[in-house]
């Protein structure tokens, strides 16, 4: 993404089960940023294996539904929305993914894991696999929504991804925006350090000093990624958060203790997600946090 679109969202694929979980990315959904005459695509996927008659009946049920969908979300937001529903038949991943390529997608806003276990209602899910394949941003939504995103953060490493994740994660925030809270985790050779010939004192210092270096270089890079992305500082601050130990630790516990309600994620790889959700940072924070996630994978042909 170059530049920054201050006109809002443009496209949206919304993946909607037409559960009561439905109606929390909705809900989302029409408190994004959303440009005017920005195109929502609603889209049930029935599955392939039910018998003809009861598929007929699904998909002719399937079509009511997501009317009344798109009427209650048209009326719920402030601009001119075109809304299509697209009820589809077979494999609900590969149904979106073709529909994601066909449209210009923006955005993917999908359901994420509720009242079971994170671990074991999102693995192995037709989110997990949307999310693996797609080379878009995704916003998995979990939270019950009751006003824009307040309370955002983004958990990076020191490389070049904050370059996407940040203007992805400003871009669904609605003005005015909050200030994001910047989460850098680091392990240091002195986390655990044991030698008696090494003063304790010493250690300390040294873990303050690269805990310092660690924040300037977060800075320089939030910095150039505000100007890459065509960004005054007047429209999006940060501060930023350095915590010593392990990313998959330290970040759940400052989302929950800041009460983050939208975690920005970068993933790294030319196959976008595809190593996710098989033991990866990106993945493991995923179902560690609570909150919404935004997940913003590589750019065509960038590692």
């Known amino acids: 993404m170059t530049g920054f679109d201050r006109a809002g969202l443009h496209s949206l694929l919304v993946p909607v089960d037409l559960t009561p979980a439905s109606d929390r990315v909705l809900g989302r959904v029409a408190r ?61 991943a590969r149904v979106i993914a073709e529909l994601s390529r066909a449209n210009a997608v923006d955005l993917i806003v999908l359901g994420r894991g509720g009242g079971r276990v994170l671990k074991d209602a999102f693995l192995g899910s037709t989110a997990e696999r949307v999310m693996r394949s797609s080379k878009l941003p995704v916003l998995a939504v979990r939270l019950s929504p009751h006003a824009a995103y307040r309370r955002p953060a983004m958990a990076i490493d020191l490389d070049d991804s904050v370059a996407r994740v940040l203007p992805w994660l400003v871009r669904v925030l609605a003005s005015p925006r909050p200030q994001v809270e910047v989460i850098h985790a680091f392990e240091s050779a002195f986390e655990h350090l044991v030698y008696p010939s090494v003063p304790s004192d010493e250690a300390d210092d040294r873990r303050a000093e690269l805990r310092q270096e660690a924040s300037r270089t977060l800075e320089r890079r939030l910095t150039a990624a505000l100007a890459q992305a065509q960004l005054s500082a007047s429209e999006v601050s940060w501060k930023v958060r350095v915590r010593q130990g392990s990313a998959r630790t330290a970040v759940p516990k400052a989302v929950k203790q800041g009460n983050v309600d939208l975690l920005a994620l970068g993933t790294q790889g030319a196959s976008g997600l595809a190593q996710a959700f098989l033991g990866s940072v990106a993945g493991d924070l995923l179902r560690a946090v609570g909150c919404d996630v935004l997940v913003v994978p590589p750019r065509d042909g960038s590692a």
């Open 32 to 92: 994004l940023p959303l440009a005017e005459r920005a195109l929502v695509t609603l889209v049930h996927v029935v599955p392939s294996n039910l018998a003809t008659r009861e598929q007929r009946s699904a998909e002719h049920d399937a079509r009511q539904l997501l009317e009344d969908e798109a009427r209650h979300l048209a009326a719920s937001v402030s601009v001119s929305l075109r809304i299509r529903s697209v009820v589809k038949v077979g494999s609900a």
